[in-house]
């Protein structure tokens, strides 16, 4: 799968920010490329159907996957009150996280 979708191009069958905005969206800090529906383009009403590539559905199907581990250990951070400090790459228990 990886090495199928090294070919890839996701921006085939994911819809991205500039798909629905038609550029980015700078106000809430999305740039154009970023996804915002996984698979979006796939399925769309009203249109005719469109045959997608092998390597475009590896690679959107590569990084949707990737999306939810990190958006899923992001979460599990916060759950448990650990944060990850970028600069030495480590996680570190910070006990209680309370509004300021």
């Known amino acids: 799968m990886l090495a199928l979708s090294e070919a890839g191009d996701n921006e085939a069958v994911d819809m991205l920010v500039k798909d629905i905005y038609g550029q980015d969206y700078s ?9 915002a529906s996984s698979f979006g383009k796939v399925f769309k009403k009203g249109k005719e159907k469109r045959k997608f ?3 475009d559905i590896s690679k959107s199907l590569l990084y949707a ?7 899923i250990a992001f979460v599990s951070l916060q759950l448990y009150h650990w944060y990850a400090d970028s600069d030495s790459q480590q996680v570190h228990e910070c006990g209680e996280v309370r509004p300021k």
């Open 65 to 71: 996957v990737s999306n939810n581990i990190g958006q």
């Open 53 to 55: 590539s092998p390597e």
């Open 27 to 35: 106000k809430l800090g999305l740039k154009s490329t970023m996804i």
